[in-house]
């Protein structure tokens, strides 16, 4: 039995972000991960061939780009610890079969210039909207990386004005019904609507608003980007932060459950049968489905409500290649943004036909994103070489046979989406692939199983019933679990949402709070430790 004060299930980004905050603030803090390498869907590795850096899951950092974490460097991450950035111009881009494109500059007068071409009319609600939306971003900002208001509070406080009532209709429309309100365009909508759904969202399913509205702020105020070197940079520089701070991070260390005594969470214990006890608190990468499995004297009522967490509606099927050369835009590498929808429908009606299929069990491959990630960053492949990462919204319950049939069925649904991908690159060829690696809705599930639930690589719905403090439920939206006294939740189905935020910064801002220390002084202390 080893004693600690803080001990951490998984070592996603979300708990390492955690971590490395309670460890600032003097704990002493382990962190045990069940696979060989940390970094959870914040990983970069050599997945096909020696040399070649691919993302496993997270690819683009868009929303933790609003997080103090980075904007304030509070853990030394970017002045310390190496991570850096890429920022590129062009952040986001729709492409069309027949050579059309819109393209959102992360310079928001050069976006709608572009856009006048097309709609003179959507030019300026364009610049209407997004104004709008970047005018909010303070505020909606502010509350991401803390714990969330209760539910009550925040709708109450939001009635208050016209503007918070702006935002509540908003939330509790869909992506569909906010871009109809704004835009005459069907290629400006189609433009901002895939986008959107990249956070697994249907465009027309409700509470989904606030994405579409919130989104072109993002890009306009902080545009999107990519650490160098690959995602899984963010998690190396935040294990570095951990163990700077005195914390140590466990690989292979497969948690069976949470130690729990008189009502109070005690510590981890492994399945090999080594424990792991913690003073002061656990942390758990939990997802509420399998909070039964891990924590079985949770009240059952919370637990009832905590297996009814909505996952969801699709998930990802994620091809990996290595290239021998870099992969050419038919349209011209100039178009390249770090965020490519590439698209042979023209009109909305024609794109909800197809995410319908998602609903009924069916793969379309017309619904695609993707590209070679050397464009930005040549140093994830030998010199000319790429590396491709291209994602294929899918069901999780594939008809007729069920997530049980992905394995025979995931290299099938690849080949037709390759296909759809050679309309767009000149050089998508056979001879130009040298390798290729399929993973699948039930591979992601497989890979966190105590995360990504049904292949939900965002935790859980991104719905509004399912936000602010009743995110996942009522019970657990305060990062504590009822009744277990000292244990944290952290993970993509917590407060704020699925993706890369950096959310791990809230569960320590609670537990700082419960503890009584003072989070700006901990965050004011200089990297070396000196206040």
Same mark, same amino acid.
């Given at each position: 039995m080893s004693q600690y004060d803080i001990v951490v299930m998984g070592g996603g980004h979300n708990g390492l972000t955690a971590a490395a905050y309670m460890a600032k603030a003097g704990k002493r803090v382990l962190v045990l991960e069940r696979k060989p390498h940390f970094g959870g869907g914040v990983s970069t590795r050599e997945l096909i061939r020696p040399g070649y850096w691919h993302d496993e899951h997270s690819n683009v950092h868009i929303m933790i780009q609003g997080n103090p974490m980075l904007r304030e460097d509070e853990l030394g991450l970017l002045s310390k610890f190496g991570l850096e950035y890429i920022y590129p111009d062009l952040p986001h881009a729709s492409i069309w079969e027949d050579g059309t494109v819109v393209r959102s500059w992360k310079d928001l007068d050069r976006t709608c210039e572009e856009i006048a071409a097309f709609s003179p009319r959507d030019a300026e609600a364009y610049r209407k909207f997004a104004r709008a939306s970047m005018d909010a971003i303070p505020m909606f900002m502010s509350g991401?990386?803390? *714990?969330?208001?209760?539910?009550? &509070?925040?709708?109450?406080? +939001?009635?208050?004005?016209?503007?918070?009532?702006?935002?509540?209709?908003? +939330?509790?429309?869909?992506?569909?019904?906010?871009?109809?309100?704004?835009?005459?365009?069907?290629?400006?909508?189609?433009?901002?609507?895939?986008?959107?759904?990249?956070?697994?969202?249907? *465009?027309?399913?409700?509470?989904?608003?606030?994405?579409?509205?919130?989104? *072109?702020?993002?890009?306009?105020?902080?545009?999107?980007?990519? *650490?160098?070197?690959?995602?899984?940079?963010?998690?190396?520089?935040?294990?570095?932060?951990?163990?700077?701070?005195?914390?140590?991070?466990?690989?292979?260390?497969?948690?069976?459950?949470?130690?729990?005594?008189?009502?109070?969470?005690?510590?981890?214990?492994?399945?090999?049968?080594?424990?792991?006890?913690?003073?002061?608190?656990?942390?758990? &990468?939990?997802?509420?489905?399998v909070l039964r499995k891990f924590v079985g004297e949770t009240p059952e009522p919370v637990l009832q409500r905590a297996e009814r967490v909505t996952q969801s509606t699709f998930s990802i099927n994620l091809m990996h290649l290595t290239l021998k050369e870099r992969l050419k835009l038919k349209v011209g590498n100039e178009t390249n943004a770090m965020m490519t929808e590439l698209m042979d429908f023209y009109t909305i009606r024609d794109m909800l036909l197809e995410y319908d299929k998602l609903r009924r069990g069916e793969v379309s491959h017309r619904l695609i994103a993707g590209g070679d990630n050397t464009i930005f960053d040549p140093s994830r492949a030998p010199e000319g070489a790429g590396v491709f990462y291209g994602v294929n919204f899918a069901p999780y319950n594939l008809y007729p046979d069920g997530p049980g049939s992905w394995d025979a069925r995931k290299e099938e649904f690849a080949d037709r989406a390759l296909e759809q991908y050679r309309k767009f690159y000149s050089n998508l060829t056979d001879d130009n692939i040298t390798g290729r690696l399929i993973r699948s809705p039930i591979d992601h599930e497989r890979d966190s199983p105590a995360s990504f639930i049904k292949g939900d690589i965002h935790g859980c719905a991104p719905f509004m019933y399912q936000s602010v403090a009743h995110r996942p439920t009522p019970d657990l939206g305060s990062f504590r679990v009822p009744g277990i006294d000292g244990l944290y939740l952290v993970g993509p189905f917590m407060h704020p949402g699925g993706g890369v935020f950096g959310a791990g910064r809230a569960t320590a801002i609670q537990m700082m709070d419960d503890m009584d220390i003072d989070y700006d002084k901990v965050c004011a202390k200089d990297i070396g430790g000196a206040v």
């Amino acid at each position: 039995m080893s004693q600690y004060d803080i001990v951490v299930m998984g070592g996603g980004h979300n708990g390492l972000t955690a971590a490395a905050y309670m460890a600032k603030a003097g704990k002493r803090v382990l962190v045990l991960e069940r696979k060989p390498h940390f970094g959870g869907g914040v990983s970069t590795r050599e997945l096909i061939r020696p040399g070649y850096w691919h993302d496993e899951h997270s690819n683009v950092h868009i929303m933790i780009q609003g997080n103090p974490m980075l904007r304030e460097d509070e853990l030394g991450l970017l002045s310390k610890f190496g991570l850096e950035y890429i920022y590129p111009d062009l952040p986001h881009a729709s492409i069309w079969e027949d050579g059309t494109v819109v393209r959102s500059w992360k310079d928001l007068d050069r976006t709608c210039e572009e856009i006048a071409a097309f709609s003179p009319r959507d030019a300026e609600a364009y610049r209407k909207f997004a104004r709008a939306s970047m005018d909010a971003i303070p505020m909606f900002m502010s509350g991401l990386y803390a *714990p969330p208001f209760p539910m009550g &509070a925040f709708v109450a406080m +939001m009635d208050q004005s016209d503007e918070g009532r702006f935002l509540l209709d908003v +939330m509790s429309r869909s992506a569909l019904d906010v871009v109809e309100q704004y835009f005459e365009s069907d290629l400006l909508k189609l433009h901002i609507l895939r986008m959107v759904t990249e956070n697994l969202q249907m *465009p027309d399913e409700l509470g989904t608003g606030m994405g579409a509205f919130l989104m *072109p702020g993002i890009i306009h105020t902080y545009g999107c980007s990519m *650490p160098k070197g690959g995602s899984g940079q963010l998690s190396k520089a935040l294990v570095r932060a951990i163990e700077h701070f005195g914390g140590e991070v466990r690989c292979n260390a497969e948690v069976t459950r949470v130690i729990v005594s008189g009502g109070k969470a005690g510590g981890l214990e492994l399945t090999t049968g080594e424990t792991f006890m913690a003073r002061d608190g656990v942390i758990g &990468a939990i997802h509420p489905h399998v909070l039964r499995k891990f924590v079985g004297e949770t009240p059952e009522p919370v637990l009832q409500r905590a297996e009814r967490v909505t996952q969801s509606t699709f998930s990802i099927n994620l091809m990996h290649l290595t290239l021998k050369e870099r992969l050419k835009l038919k349209v011209g590498n100039e178009t390249n943004a770090m965020m490519t929808e590439l698209m042979d429908f023209y009109t909305i009606r024609d794109m909800l036909l197809e995410y319908d299929k998602l609903r009924r069990g069916e793969v379309s491959h017309r619904l695609i994103a993707g590209g070679d990630n050397t464009i930005f960053d040549p140093s994830r492949a030998p010199e000319g070489a790429g590396v491709f990462y291209g994602v294929n919204f899918a069901p999780y319950n594939l008809y007729p046979d069920g997530p049980g049939s992905w394995d025979a069925r995931k290299e099938e649904f690849a080949d037709r989406a390759l296909e759809q991908y050679r309309k767009f690159y000149s050089n998508l060829t056979d001879d130009n692939i040298t390798g290729r690696l399929i993973r699948s809705p039930i591979d992601h599930e497989r890979d966190s199983p105590a995360s990504f639930i049904k292949g939900d690589i965002h935790g859980c719905a991104p719905f509004m019933y399912q936000s602010v403090a009743h995110r996942p439920t009522p019970d657990l939206g305060s990062f504590r679990v009822p009744g277990i006294d000292g244990l944290y939740l952290v993970g993509p189905f917590m407060h704020p949402g699925g993706g890369v935020f950096g959310a791990g910064r809230a569960t320590a801002i609670q537990m700082m709070d419960d503890m009584d220390i003072d989070y700006d002084k901990v965050c004011a202390k200089d990297i070396g430790g000196a206040v």
